[in-house]
């Protein structure tokens, strides 16, 4: 397997050459030994933070608040994630950092606002 991928974990944003498989890989372009654990990551089990808006109600001039998940959350239940949260529907106030799904999917990794409304 012949991959190229971009290593998100810094601004430089290296195009990694990817080839091998997890037990075999091989990594090459990256600027440091960030890239090669990203790529390793990336293999065998991609993960990423979301961030999303869930609708609230009772807030003059808002209608959605901002959230994300406190971890990077396997790739396979992002849809999923994002499918349930666009169903909810907060009342304010919501203070910032409450939790309004916790470990979910038996992932260990939560949903909290990222502000107050
Ligand atoms: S390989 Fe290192 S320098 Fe390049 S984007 Fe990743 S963390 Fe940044």
């Not at 372009?29 to 293999?43: F, S």
């Not at 808002?62 to 998940?69: C, E, F, G, L, W």
């Amino acid at each position: 397997m012949n991959r190229e991928i971009i290593c998100i974990s810094c601004p430089m944003g290296c195009h990694l050459q990817v080839s091998g498989d997890k037990d075999t890989l091989e990594v090459t372009g990256n600027k440091c030994r960030r890239g090669i654990i990203y790529a390793r990551e990336e293999i065998s089990s991609p993960r990423r933070v979301v961030t999303a808006t869930v609708a609230v109600t009772g807030a003059e001039g808002i209608s959605r608040i901002p959230v994300k998940t406190t971890a990077a959350l396997p790739k396979a239940h992002i849809a999923s994630l994002l499918n349930h949260l666009y169903t909810l529907r907060l009342s304010s106030p919501v203070p910032m950092g409450e939790v309004i799904l916790s470990d979910y999917e038996k992932t260990g990794i939560s949903v909290v606002t990222t502000r107050s409304v």
